[in-house]
């Protein structure tokens, strides 16, 4: 009986540690995620947004953001601050290539990309980014930051705020209308 205790015993020993090693293992494949921009938001005078042949740029003037060339346009603050929100909260979780060939894969080369630039009041470009989309996974979309070979694959998809559309960013501002006396 005592062979036996003694038995058991190395077995559940043997069974704790290949359990501690194990787990140690596995650590090494959680999923990391780091902060990607680090740019203050009060910085940024400028937004320009460029996919394919069309253009739009964002622009503070003062305290208020108009759209450039569309002054018939009020921008629609909700978007804009969303998308501050979500550009400045990206983070990457994955660094999907290093090789500039494979640029296309991700959608990320200059023909293919949506370019998104962060500029200054003294016209100097704070982070200059490649936003390209996923076909595999809708949530999420690839960004290449200014001509760096790393794509990383972020944890929010942007692209659908990443719009060259005036009317997408702006509306027909609503001229006020007297009230009558009733």
Known sequence: MNKKLLYGLIA??????LYIVNINQQKSYASTSEKLLDINKEKINKILIQSKNEAIELLQVDTTWVISEHDSLQIK???????FDKVLNLESETIMTTNKEKWY???????LGTHLALVDSDQ???GYYVFGRSSSDYARCYV??????????VNQNLMYFLQ??????GEVEKESLP???L
């Open 12 to 17: 559940l020993i043997i069974l704790i540690l």
């Open 77 to 83: 603050m909700d978007l804009l601050t969303s998308l």
């Open 105 to 111: 894969k991700y959608n990320v080369d200059d023909s």
């Open 124 to 126: 100097n470009t704070l």
């Open 144 to 153: 290449r930051i200014d001509d760096k070979d790393k794509v990383h694959l």
């Open 164 to 169: 060259t559309r005036p009317q997408y960013w």
């Open 179 to 181: 009230q009558e006396d």
